[in-house]
């Protein structure tokens, strides 16, 4: 199991159980010192891309990120990556177009393209310090229409949204970051790095409510991993949805 991943893994089920109060309790946290991981949307006026490309983009983005090379100890990313990991892994979406998006281009990250979506995660770091070029970007305003994909190929980890807690693109970008995040966290070396020589793509879905209620493993979070290979994440519920709220499934293939 990668060990850059190990604090995700080591709160995941403690999370899990914890009440909604609590998830959205920040008293231990100094306002100055919040880190967050920026998720840069590509969300051109005259062609915007399709929303379901855009999140399997920005969920593929986060993960390479952290799992890149450059994050592994002695890594120029490594201290960043690490100090965001031992806290809240909150991300931050924003869009960008034209000349806004050329400009994060040269930040320190990584761009993912699925079917023309692209989306950039940059290397997490304190939200008072972020840089011009992402500050200036508007987190609003960043919406899709829902879009319709075929079924999700069979080889493919599967984010899926929860279909009763609709969210903007923004918020669910972020959301399908974690969700590939907390999945990786789980896996064994092996199949990690057979979702790497794949750029750790993925397929993003809204399942019926009657299948979304069979696999949330919300009261059995050892039993979800073991017996459907499923993870969940469990929301703050800082914005668009309530503290506590689980808003994707990420579940491994051939469970």
């Known amino acids: 199991m990668n ?11 403690s999370w899990l159980g914890m009440s909604a109060a609590e998830t959205s309790d920040t008293s231990d946290e100094e306002p100055g010192q919040v ?62 177009r034209g000349a806004h998006w050329q400009a994060v281009l040269d930040l320190p990250g990584i761009t993912v393209d699925v079917d023309g979506a692209q989306a950039r995660a940059l290397v997490p770091g304190l939200v008072s310090q972020a840089p011009k070029e992402v500050s200036r970007l508007q987190i609003s305003g960043s919406e899709l229409p829902l879009d319709t994909p075929g079924p999700a190929a069979d080889d493919l980890p599967v984010l899926l949204l929860n279909p009763e807690a609709p969210m903007t693109v923004g918020k669910a970008s972020a959301q399908v970051g974690h969700g590939t995040m907390m999945l990786a966290s789980l896996l064994p070396d092996a199949a990690l790095a057979e979702w790497a020589a794949r750029d750790y793509r993925v397929a993003v879905r809204t399942p019926t409510p009657a299948r979304w209620k069979e696999l949330c493993p919300v009261d059995d979070p050892e039993g979800g991993w073991r017996e459907h290979r499923v ?11 309530a503290p506590g709220t689980i808003t994707v499934l990420a579940q491994y293939p051939g469970a």
Not at 3 to 13: D, K
Not at 36 to 50: C, D, K, S
Not at 68 to 81: I, K, M, N, Q
Request: glycine letters at 4%; proline letters at 8%.
């Open 231 to 241: 993870v969940a994440v469990r929301d703050a519920g800082f914005t668009e949805v």
């Open 35 to 96: 880190r967050a991981m920026p998720v840069i949307l590509r969300i051109e006026r005259a062609e915007p891309p399709g929303r379901t490309a855009l999140l399997e983009a920005a969920a593929a983005a986060a993960l390479a990120v952290c799992l890149d090379e450059r994050s592994e100890p002695g890594g120029d990313w490594a201290e960043p990556v690490h100090a965001w990991l031992d806290n809240r892994i909150r991300k931050v979406a924003r869009r960008a």
């Open 3 to 13: 060990p850059i991943l190990e604090p995700l893994r080591s709160r995941y089920a």
